[in-house]
């Protein structure tokens, strides 16, 4: 498409060439050198008069533009906006500053000045401030604040800029723009890493924040203390070459897999850290993490332990103590009703042998108890591994269930079991499997009615096998049902006095999510009590990952 100043350009030289060669072609037009000269002269005069008029339309088209769309910023901006001539008086506000200003209507803003509409104090800031813009012709930025009208009180960041016409300040114009709840967010802010660092070094251990490649970004005042340096000398540096160098490798790995896993490490170690002999010292390294899941930092808690550690060695002590104490007469107990009943001593009438059996299952179920409270303790202080192993599941809970049938026996209870396996076979660690059922008939006993069976459902699903121990015994609440896997809980709506330790329920759940099974327990208001687990029929040994019974 042909432009109208190209348009225009084309019809001027088509009339010059034509005037040309109508010139030239006719020599008896009777027009001098001079007159054709002038005619020439005379077009392109009016050709550029022309281009001069269009050009001047353009600029004034270009000129209104640009004035609507300064106005239109002007009153719509939704910062304050303003105008002021040399002397500082103003001439111009926009609708949000008249509104700020509480200005009606009718009220104007024109030859005012900022003793008009701010407390003196106020205004002489302000002065201030413009004119450093008239004296220096140079961009100034500062806050002031202004009470409201309903008495909420708001600051602004101001920028101010000079007004120029042909090298000569004329005025000043202002952008005012609302930042109270920035600021109030800055100083919550700043309230809240006061109070964090305040707790960061009062914390009885050391703490630090260290970025990805190992150098300190903060540390509290036990770092300090411990290195003989302040914060901002310690800053930048690497805190682990520097003062780990015997651990060095070994922390390098931890960082390794807090990145990678984006997950808390907590680990134990027997070091030198800022001691002269070894110590033992609890270290716990959290990632930090930004909004886009990137790690970016670390924050690493280095705690020493020695105290913890006496005390779980006096712990073992007193356990073994204890537990040997009361196993040694309880085997001798068992010992003595064994040979009473065998009749070695003399025969025995019934009342008698009924009197010793009781005796001897009481001895048993204390002897039980004092092996569970051995092997929770193991499973919190040794992180036994599970043995996996090719095994008969029903011939172990048939075995385990006559092993534990003279309990029964004293309650009348009669043990029931019901297999609907196709495969008996299964995978897993046998003898912690059998500590987990008999802890869960042991709980049917206890818990269960005088007088009536104990149903053992072993029944499977795809690749699940699934054990129900079920039996007649007190509703058992809600609430009760969600803590009673947890340590020494037991089930305090019992009727009847029965001695339990609380761990048993415990030690089979740290059996059950070692082999990667779920354990459960219901109860209804009908006075059926079920206790049951599931678990894979093959549990495969991992040896990158040791698969444990307690963590």
């Given at each position: 498409?042909?432009?109208?100043?190209?348009?225009?350009?084309?019809?001027?030289?088509?009339?010059?060439?034509?005037?040309?060669?109508?010139?030239?072609?006719?020599?008896?037009?009777?027009?001098?050198?001079?007159?054709?000269?002038?005619?020439?002269?005379?077009?392109?005069?009016?050709?550029?008069?022309?281009?001069?008029?269009?050009?001047?339309?353009?600029?004034?088209?270009?000129?209104?533009?640009?004035?609507?769309?300064?106005?239109?910023?002007?009153?719509?901006?939704?910062?304050?906006?303003?105008?002021?001539?040399?002397?500082?008086?103003?001439?111009?506000?926009?609708?949000?500053?008249?509104?700020?200003?509480?200005?009606?209507?009718?009220?104007?803003?024109?030859?005012?000045?900022?003793?008009?509409?701010?407390?003196?104090?106020?205004?002489?800031?302000?002065?201030?401030?413009?004119?450093?813009?008239?004296?220096?012709?140079?961009?100034?930025?500062?806050?002031?604040?202004?009470?409201?009208?309903?008495?909420?009180?708001?600051?602004?960041?101001?920028?101010?800029?000079?007004?120029?016409?042909?090298?000569?300040?004329?005025?000043?114009?202002?952008?005012?723009?609302?930042?109270?709840?920035?600021?109030?967010?800055?100083?919550?802010?700043?309230?809240?890493?006061?109070?964090?660092?305040?707790?960061?070094?009062?914390?009885?251990?050391?703490?630090?924040?260290?970025?990805?490649?190992?150098?300190?970004?903060?540390?509290?005042?036990?770092?300090?203390?411990?290195?003989?340096?302040?914060?901002?000398?310690?800053?930048?540096?690497?805190?682990?070459?520097?003062?780990?160098?015997?651990?060095?490798?070994?922390?390098?790995?931890?960082?390794?897999?807090?990145?990678?896993?984006?997950?808390?490490?907590?680990?134990?170690?027997?070091?030198?850290?800022?001691?002269?002999?070894?110590?033992?010292?609890?270290?716990?390294?959290?990632?930090?993490?930004?909004?886009?899941?990137?790690?970016?930092?670390?924050?690493?808690?280095?705690?020493?332990?020695?105290?913890?550690?006496?005390l779980e060695a006096q712990k073992r002590n007193?356990?073994?103590?204890?537990?040997?104490?009361?196993?040694?007469?309880?085997?001798?107990?068992?010992?003595?009703?064994?040979?009473?009943?065998?009749?070695?001593?003399?025969?025995?009438?019934?009342?008698?042998?009924?009197?010793?059996?009781?005796?001897?299952?009481?001895?048993?179920?204390?002897?039980?108890?004092?092996?569970?409270?051995?092997?929770?303790?193991?499973?919190?202080?040794?992180?036994?591994?599970?043995?996996?192993?090719?095994?008969?599941?029903?011939?172990?809970?048939?075995?385990?269930?006559?092993?534990?049938?003279?309990?029964?026996?004293?309650?009348?209870?009669?043990?029931?079991?019901?297999?609907?396996?196709?495969?008996?076979?299964?995978?897993?660690?046998?003898?912690?499997?059998?500590?987990?059922?008999?802890?869960?008939?042991?709980?049917?006993?206890?818990?269960?009615?005088?007088?009536?069976?104990?149903?053992?459902?072993?029944?499977?699903?795809?690749?699940?096998?699934q054990l129900n121990v079920i039996n007649k015994?007190?509703?058992?609440?809600?609430?009760?049902?969600?803590?009673?896997?947890?340590?020494?809980?037991?089930?305090?709506?019992?009727?009847?006095?029965?001695?339990?330790?609380?761990?048993?329920?415990?030690?089979?759940?740290?059996?059950?999510?070692?082999?990667?099974?779920?354990?459960?327990?219901?109860s209804d208001e009908n006075q059926n009590c079920?206790?049951?687990?599931?678990?894979?029929?093959?549990?495969?040994?991992?040896?990158?990952?040791?698969?444990?019974?307690?963590?």
């Amino acid at each position: 498409m042909i432009s109208k100043k190209l348009h225009r350009e084309i019809l001027f030289y088509t009339i010059f060439l034509s005037f040309t060669v109508w010139t030239i072609s006719e020599p008896n037009n009777h027009l001098s050198y001079k007159d054709a000269c002038l005619i020439v002269l005379f077009l392109f005069l009016s050709q550029a008069w022309i281009e001069k008029k269009f050009l001047y339309s353009k600029l004034a088209a270009k000129y209104k533009n640009q004035i609507e769309l300064l106005n239109n910023l002007f009153l719509n901006c939704p910062d304050l906006v303003y105008r002021k001539d040399a002397n500082l008086r103003y001439k111009d506000c926009n609708p949000v500053m008249r509104k700020m200003l509480n200005l009606n209507e009718k009220e104007r803003i024109f030859n005012k000045t900022d003793y008009d509409f701010y407390p003196r104090k106020t205004a002489k800031i302000i002065r201030y401030y413009d004119k450093q813009v008239l004296e220096s012709g140079k961009i100034v930025s500062y806050k002031i604040e202004k009470k409201q009208p309903n008495g909420e009180n708001k600051i602004y960041d101001t920028l101010l800029a000079p007004v120029t016409d042909k090298g000569t300040i004329t005025g000043v114009v202002g952008i005012l723009r609302d930042t109270t709840q920035v600021e109030a967010l800055k100083e919550k802010m700043f309230i809240q890493n006061a109070q964090m660092e305040s707790i960061l070094n009062n914390m009885p251990y050391i703490i630090y924040m260290k970025d990805c490649n190992g150098n300190l970004i903060f540390g509290n005042k036990i770092l300090e203390n411990k290195t003989g340096k302040q914060q901002n000398q310690l800053i930048g540096t690497n805190i682990a070459e520097k003062y780990f160098k015997e651990i060095i490798y070994d922390i390098k790995e931890e960082d390794k897999r807090v990145i990678h896993s984006k997950e808390t490490v907590v680990v134990e170690k027997n070091s030198k850290i800022f001691t002269e002999k070894p110590c033992w010292f609890q270290i716990s390294k959290t990632p930090i993490i930004d909004a886009k899941r990137n790690v970016v930092g670390i924050i690493v808690m280095i705690k020493n332990i020695d105290k913890e550690k006496a005390l779980e060695a006096q712990k073992r002590n007193l356990v073994s103590t204890i537990t040997h104490d009361l196993k040694t007469p309880t085997n001798a107990q068992l010992g003595a009703v064994n040979i009473l009943l065998s009749g070695s001593l003399g025969q025995l009438n019934d009342e008698q042998i009924e009197m010793l059996q009781l005796t001897k299952n009481s001895n048993i179920y204390m002897k039980n108890m004092i092996s569970t409270i051995l092997e929770a303790y193991k499973s919190e202080e040794a992180q036994k591994p599970l043995a996996p192993e090719h095994f008969n599941f029903y011939e172990l809970v048939h075995i385990t269930a006559k092993e534990i049938a003279n309990l029964a026996i004293t309650k009348k209870q009669n043990i029931v079991i019901h297999s609907k396996l196709n495969d008996e076979i299964i995978i897993a660690d046998k003898l912690q499997l059998k500590r987990a059922v008999m802890n869960l008939l042991g709980n049917a006993i206890t818990y269960g009615f005088k007088n009536t069976d104990i149903i053992v459902i072993i029944e499977e699903a795809s690749s699940i096998v699934q054990l129900n121990v079920i039996n007649k015994g007190y509703h058992i609440s809600d609430e009760k049902l969600k803590e009673i896997f947890e340590k020494y809980k037991t089930n305090e709506n019992a009727k009847f006095n029965k001695a339990s330790t609380g761990l048993g329920l415990y030690l089979s759940k740290k059996i059950i999510t070692a082999h990667n099974g779920e354990i459960y327990a219901k109860s209804d208001e009908n006075q059926n009590c079920t206790f049951g687990f599931k678990i894979p029929r093959l549990l495969k040994a991992d040896h990158n990952k040791t698969q444990e019974y307690a963590n």
